[in-house]
């Protein structure tokens, strides 16, 4: 257990560089707090986080038997998330060209509390950073000495608590904000930083090595 508490923190600053980097998660948090309130959106960041867990049990349960017998599979799931978030990249650049890049907040949110929930739920769910991180980043952090099944779903806590509390804290100043969150100019500017994190990710999943 030493070894794995070794890694949280490393682990819990890219989970935190996910969280950050303004994508369908943060848009989905944004959108309800301008128009759903405070407290739906709170519940959405439950049901966002309890996408994460679903995402890491699946891939405890899937990949620590396949990845501890073959190096030559990591490597395949590694490249095909390097492509994914390659095109995810350019799909959100593209989008610059639009008045308010991706970051359009008109579609209807979720006020009840339960539906909230779900939408939540359902965003991470889709979401290919989000599963791209929990089946080729989160293993390459498990520690040789520490059981992969295991290790890969005690992080996924973490990084649910850290994205919980990211988009906790930025529910609490999405009220100042939205002024500056109306201008086309301030939505195309995270539409940029979107993409560009989303390319780092990319990148830094490229660069890792097998367990």
């Not at 405070?38 to 519940?43: H, I, L, N, S, V």
């Not at 996408?51 to 396949?66: Q, R, T």
């Not at 990845?67 to 395949?76: E, G, L, N, T």
Request: some cysteine; glycine content about 8%.
């Amino acid at each position: 257990m030493l070894e794995l508490f070794k890694v949280i923190p490393a682990f819990a600053l890219t989970a935190l560089l996910l969280a950050v980097v303004p994508g369908q998660g943060v848009a989905m948090v944004l959108r309800q707090s301008l128009v759903g309130g405070r407290r739906a959106a709170f519940y959405s960041v439950l049901g966002n986080a309890s996408g994460l867990l679903v995402w890491g049990a699946l891939s405890s349960i899937g990949l620590s038997a396949v990845f501890a017998k073959s190096h030559f599979a990591f490597s395949v799931l590694k490249y095909c998330g390097v492509a994914f978030l390659t095109i995810l990249s350019i799909q959100t650049l593209w989008q610059l060209r639009k008045e308010f890049g991706k970051f359009d907040f008109d579609s209807a949110a979720k006020t009840k509390l339960g539906p909230a929930y779900r939408l939540g739920l359902i965003t991470n769910l889709t979401n290919v950073k989000a599963a791209v991180f929990a089946v080729a980043f989160i293993p390459s952090f498990v520690p040789k000495t520490f059981s992969l099944g295991l290790g890969i779903f005690l992080l996924a806590c973490v990084q649910a608590t850290v994205s919980t509390l990211w988009y906790s804290s930025l529910i609490a100043v999405v009220d100042r904000a939205s002024v500056y969150l109306a201008r086309p100019t301030v939505r195309r500017a995270l539409t940029a930083i979107s993409a560009l994190g989303i390319m780092v990710l990319a990148i830094g999943l490229a660069l890792t090595s097998p367990r």
